[in-house]
């Protein structure tokens, strides 16, 4: 995942932005194809995990493309497989019990815990819930509700400190 902070736009407001790859060791940069226009992050895809590149990013507004940007290197490596089948059951007024199942590949270390987001009220962008359980335990109680709440939550494993992409989401309202 690359990020960057926008440059001053010339007078003419950035549209998009250009980001290119190579492996460290080739002389050719290839464009990403981020299809999001102006955020000023991007995760680029398809590379292969322990091999190092270099990337660099350049603004485009209504004059042209801008300047490149300095090179920054590095590295992919294996997260986890996201948890799969998330869901969510309201227990009581206060208590909503999620449960998922277990990460599918583990990147290549043992999953020690898992991420909980959640989003309440829906519509209200997703929040860190827990940053780490601390366990590999593929079940959570969010106990912290008030009555008829209506929350959305996704979970993520994490391996070494490495996060994997978000679970499927999963609702459920307090009674």
Same mark, same amino acid.
């Given at each position: 995942?690359?990020?960057?902070? #926008?440059?001053?736009?010339? !007078? =003419?407001? &950035? ?11 080739? %002389? ?10 102006? *955020?000023?992050?991007?995760?680029? %895809? ?11 990013? $350049?603004? +485009?507004? @209504?004059? !042209?493309?801008? #300047? ?19 869901? #969510? ?8 019990? *999620? $449960? ?6 583990? @990147? !290549? ?6 991420? &909980?987001?959640?989003?309440?009220? %829906?519509?209200? @962008?997703?929040? &860190? *819930? +827990? ?7 593929? %079940? ?15 979970? =993520? #494993? &994490?391996?070494? $400190? ?8 999963? $609702?459920?309202?307090?009674?």
């Amino acid at each position: 995942e690359l990020s960057w902070t #926008a440059p001053d736009d010339g !007078g =003419s407001a &950035i549209t998009d932005y250009t980001i290119k790859y190579k492996i460290s060791t080739d %002389t050719t940069f290839t464009t990403f194809d981020d299809r999001i226009s102006g *955020l000023t992050r991007a995760t680029v %895809t398809g590379l292969t995990n322990d091999e190092s590149y270099d990337f660099n990013v $350049s603004a +485009v507004n @209504g004059i !042209g493309t801008g #300047a490149v940007s300095d090179v920054v290197t590095a590295t992919p490596i294996p997260v986890p497989s996201a948890p799969t089948s998330l869901t #969510a059951n309201a227990i009581s007024t206060s208590d909503i019990n *999620l $449960s998922w199942t277990a990460s599918a590949d583990d @990147g !290549g270390s043992a999953i020690t815990g898992h991420q &909980i987001e959640r989003e309440c009220p %829906t519509e209200n @962008g997703f929040e &860190i *819930l +827990v940053d780490d359980t601390g366990t590999p335990d593929t %079940t959570y109680t969010d106990n912290t509700l008030d009555q008829d709440t209506e929350c959305n939550y996704r979970v =993520s #494993a &994490i391996n070494d $400190s490495r996060t994997s992409n978000p679970s499927n989401e999963a $609702s459920a309202t307090t009674y």
